[in-house]
């Protein structure tokens, strides 16, 4: 990634991160698939920090997916307000730890999405940590084209496997 794209990406996760500093429980938007729509911020309504608890109830933290473009390893800007709402628990909660899954479509080598996969992962633990979360609580992990939550040939399918998906490992 270029110098100019990674300062123009961090203005932007921070920016996200102003946008998410209160703490707000809301009920789940209806979709968060891999439309290119914007993803509305709901992060924190108060000033407290965030519990375990949270992750569960709280509607920022329950999108735990980031899709992709395809063959893009850069993080949509819809998916900020999503970022910063995680960087924020991470911050919240020193003994929370995620794991980050990339994935790829099945277009592409298997090396190929493999790498592919890894480099999303990267790309979502770079913005957490421009966003306040540590690095010692990121875990990446690629996958590749070999766990699909879609196994049909057509654009939306692939849509959906071209992902990141924030796993919890400890709360």
């Not at 110098?3 to 996760?13: E, F, G, M, P, W």
């Not at 209160?22 to 920090?49: I, L, N, R």
């Not at 893009?72 to 995680?86: S, V």
């Not at 999405?113 to 480099?119: S, W």
Request: hydrophobic share 35%; aromatic share 6%; charged share 25%.
């Amino acid at each position: 990634m270029k110098t100019t794209t990674r300062v123009l990406l961090a203005a932007l996760l921070c920016t996200a991160a102003v946008a998410c500093s209160k703490k707000v429980k809301e009920e789940p938007p209806a979709d968060t698939g891999p439309s290119t729509g914007t993803v509305a911020p709901t992060g924190p309504a108060t000033a407290g920090a965030y519990t375990p608890a949270d992750l569960d109830s709280d509607a920022c933290l329950r999108q735990r997916v980031v899709y992709f473009d395809l063959d893009q390893d850069t993080l949509r800007p819809e998916f900020q307000a999503i970022i910063a709402c995680h960087a924020k628990y991470l911050r919240d909660r020193n003994s929370s730890r995620i794991s980050l899954e990339g994935h790829a479509d099945e277009r592409g080598s298997r090396e190929y999405n493999q790498g592919l996969g890894e480099r999303r992962g990267n790309g979502v633990s770079s913005a957490l940590q421009a966003n306040g979360g540590s690095a010692a609580q990121l875990a990446v992990v690629s996958y590749g084209e070999e766990r699909p939550v879609c196994t049909e040939s057509n654009e939306d399918c692939w849509a959906r496997n071209r992902r990141v998906e924030i796993i919890y490992t400890a709360r």
